[in-house]
C-alpha cells in the first residue's frame, strides 16, 4: 500500500473543507454511544423479558452472546476497515447493529433474542473499534489524545446510564424499545456519515484472509465460553471444558501458521514486533481484568453485604465512571498539549495499585462514602489506560494498520475482562466456602454461600453478622489478587518507549495493493 503524506496546511483545509472534523466526532460519538450502551442496557430489563418470554436457563446468554460477537467482531472489523475504508464499514457495522436490534424487539421467544444479541453484539464491536478509527484517519497524532479522551468519556457514561435507561424504558414503555429505539438512531448516522465522512475507497481487488478470520473467531469465543463457563456451568475437568481448551490450542495454533502466510492477514504478526503494541495491550489485558471484576463484584457487595437494592446499587457504581470519564479526558488532552504519554499509563497503574488495595478493605461496617472514594480513585487510575492506549498504538502501527491496532486495543481489555472476572469468581467462591467452613465447622455451608440479601435477612441476627462478615472477607483475595494485576501493569507500562507524536494527518491510498 501506498502512504500518501499530507502537510498541515493541506490537513487543515481537509479537515475544513471535505471533512468537517466536528461532525464526524459528534456522529461517531453517538455511534459508539448506542453501541457501548448496548452492553448494559438489558441488565434490569431481564427479569421482564424472562417472564414475558420464558426460558430462565438462557438468561445469561443475552449477556455472553453479546460479548462473545463483540470480542470476535472487533478484529474483522478492524482489518475491514483498513482494507476498504471506515466509512463504507461503519456504515455496514450499524446495518447488522440495526438488524439485531430489530430481531432482538420483535423476538417471541429468548432463543431469539440470543440470536439477535449475538447479531447485535457482532455489529457493536466493530462499530467501537471503526469508531476510534475513525478518528486516526480525520486527525494528527498530536490530536488524538483529546478526543480518544472523549471517546472514553462516551463509553464510562453509557456503561453507566446503561441500566437505568433499560429500566425507565421497561417501566414507562416495554422492553421491546430498548432495541427498537436504536433504529431511527442507526438510520440517521448513516445518513450523515454519507455527507460528513469521505471515502477514501476506489475499485480494486482484494485478498480477504478468510482462515485467519475463521480461525481467529474460534479462538477468540472459545477463550470467552472457556472464561465464562468454566468452573461455573461446567467442571473444568468436564469433557466441554477440556474440549475448549483443545479448540484453543489447535485455533491458536493454525491461526499463527495461516497469518504467517496470508497476503492480508486480520491480525498481521508483525504488530507484536512493536514494542507500544504488545506493552499498551498486555497493560490493557491486565486494566480490563480489574475493571470488569471491579464492575461485577462491586455491586455483589453492596447488595448482599450492605443491603442495597439492584437499583441503588447500580447508581453507586457511578463515582467509579467518574473517575473513569475524568482520567480518560484529562490524560487525553494532557497527551495533546504536552506531546508526551509514557508517563500517563505508569501514573495511572500507579493510582490502580492504590484503588485496589483500598477496595481490599471493604468491610460489612464501611460508610458508603467510603466505598464511593474507593471507587472513584479505581476509576481515576482505569481511564487514562483505555485513552492513552488507543492513541499510543494509533501512533506507532503503520498508517495501513491502524484499524487493526485499535481493534487489538478493545479485543485484549475484552478478553482481560472476561478470564478476569472468571478468576475473580473462583477466588470469591474459595474465600467465602473457607471462611464459613472456618465460622461453621462440621456443618454443610454451601447453601450460605450462595444466600441473597433477602436469604440473609431472614437468619437469625447473630448468624447474619457471621455470614456477612465471611462474604466481606472473601472479597479480599479478590481486590488484592487485582492489585497484583495493576502491579504487572505498572512495571509493564514503564518498558514503554514513547514515541514522536506528529502534527501532520497521513493517509492511506486504498487503491494500491
Keep these: 500500500m501506498k502512504a500518501c503524506i499530507v502537510t498541515s496546511t493541506d490537513t487543515q483545509t481537509a479537515a475544513a473543507d471535505t471533512q468537517p472534523v466536528r461532525v464526524v466526532l459528534m456522529v461517531v460519538s453517538t455511534v459508539l454511544f448506542v ?17 414475558d ?8 446468554w443475552v449477556v455472553t452472546a453479546y460479548l462473545l460477537a463483540s470480542t470476535v467482531g472487533a478484529p474483522i472489523f478492524g482489518k475491514l476497515g483498513d482494507l476498504f475504508g471506515r466509512k463504507i464499514i461503519l456504515q455496514c457495522g450499524i446495518m447488522i447493529f440495526m438488524l439485531g436490534s430489530l430481531l432482538s424487539g420483535l423476538a417471541g421467544s429468548m432463543g431469539v433474542i440470543v440470536a439477535g444479541r449475538a447479531i447485535q453484539g457482532f455489529g457493536a464491536g466493530g462499530l ?25 468519556a462516551v463509553f464510562g457514561i453509557s456503561t453507566v446510564i446503561g441500566p437505568l435507561v433499560g429500566g425507565f424504558f421497561v417501566e414507562h414503555l416495554n422492553w421491546h424499545w430498548i432495541f427498537f429505539i436504536n433504529l431511527p438512531i442507526g438510520i440517521g448516522a448513516i445518513l450523515i456519515l454519507a455527507i460528513a465522512l469521505q471515502s477514501t475507497v476506489r475499485p480494486v481487488a ?14 477468540l469465543s472459545a477463550v470467552v465460553l472457556l472464561a465464562n463457563t468454566g468452573g461455573t456451568t461446567h ?14 490450542l489447535v485455533c491458536l495454533g493454525a491461526f499463527i501458521f495461516a497469518e504467517s502466510r496470508a497476503a492480508e492477514p486480520i491480525l498481521p504478526l508483525t504488530l507484536f514486533r512493536i514494542n507500544t503494541f504488545v506493552v499498551i495491550n498486555s497493560v490493557g489485558f491486565m486494566v480490563g481484568a480489574t475493571m470488569f471484576g471491579t464492575l461485577t ?36 488532552r494532557t497527551m495533546t498539549r504536552t506531546g508526551r504519554y509514557k508517563f500517563l499509563p505508569v501514573l495511572s497503574t500507579g493510582i490502580l495499585i492504590i484503588g485496589m488495595l483500598l477496595m481490599s478493605t471493604l468491610t460489612a461496617e464501611m460508610p458508603l462514602w467510603q466505598v464511593s472514594l474507593y471507587m472513584f480513585v479505581t476509576g481515576t487510575g482505569i481511564g487514562p489506560v483505555m485513552s492513552v492506549g488507543v492513541a499510543a498504538l494509533q501512533n506507532a502501527a503503520p498508517v495501513s494498520q491502524i484499524g487493526v491496532a485499535t481493534a487489538s486495543a478493545n479485543m485484549f481489555r475484552l478478553i482481560g475482562g472476561s478470564i478476569g472476572t472468571s478468576v475473580f469468581g473462583a477466588l470469591f ?31 437469625p441476627l447473630d448468624m447474619q453478622e457471621t455470614v456477612l462478615s465471611a462474604f466481606s472477607h472473601a472479597m479480599h483475595p479478590v481486590f488484592l489478587f487485582a492489585a497484583c494485576l ?28
Excluded: C, N
Design 429 to 459: 467462591s474459595a474465600a467465602t466456602a473457607a471462611r464459613l467452613t472456618e465460622l461453621f465447622p462440621g456443618q454443610d455451608t454451601t447453601s450460605m454461600a450462595a444466600l441473597d440479601a433477602e436469604a440473609i435477612s431472614a437468619l
Design 128 to 152: 467501537i473499534v471503526v469508531v476510534m478509527a475513525v478518528i486516526a484517519d480525520v486527525l494528527p497524532p498530536r490530536e488524538r489524545g483529546r478526543a480518544q479522551g472523549l471517546m472514553g
Design 235 to 248: 467442571p473444568w475437568s468436564s469433557p466441554p471444558m477440556v474440549a475448549l481448551i483443545a479448540i484453543i
Design 53 to 60: 418470554l420464558g426460558g430462565l436457563d438462557h438468561i445469561t
Design 206 to 219: 482484494r485478498k480477504i484472509d478468510y482462515a485467519g478470520a475463521i480461525l481467529l473467531a474460534g479462538f
Design 297 to 332: 463484584f462491586l455491586p455483589l457487595f453492596l447488595q448482599v453485604v450492605k443491603g442495597i437494592s439492584p437499583t441503588v446499587s447500580g447508581m453507586l457504581i457511578l463515582p467509579m465512571m467518574v473517575g473513569l470519564i475524568g482520567g480518560s479526558f484529562l490524560a487525553g
Design 486 to 513: 495493576a502491579v504487572l501493569a505498572f512495571l509493564l507500562s514503564m518498558l514503554l518507549k514513547e514515541l514522536p507524536l506528529s502534527t501532520v494527518l497521513q493517509s492511506v491510498d486504498r487503491s494500491a495493493a
Design 35 to 51: 453501541a457501548s450502551l448496548g452492553q448494559t442496557v438489558v441488565a434490569t430489563a431481564l427479569p421482564t423479558i424472562v417472564r
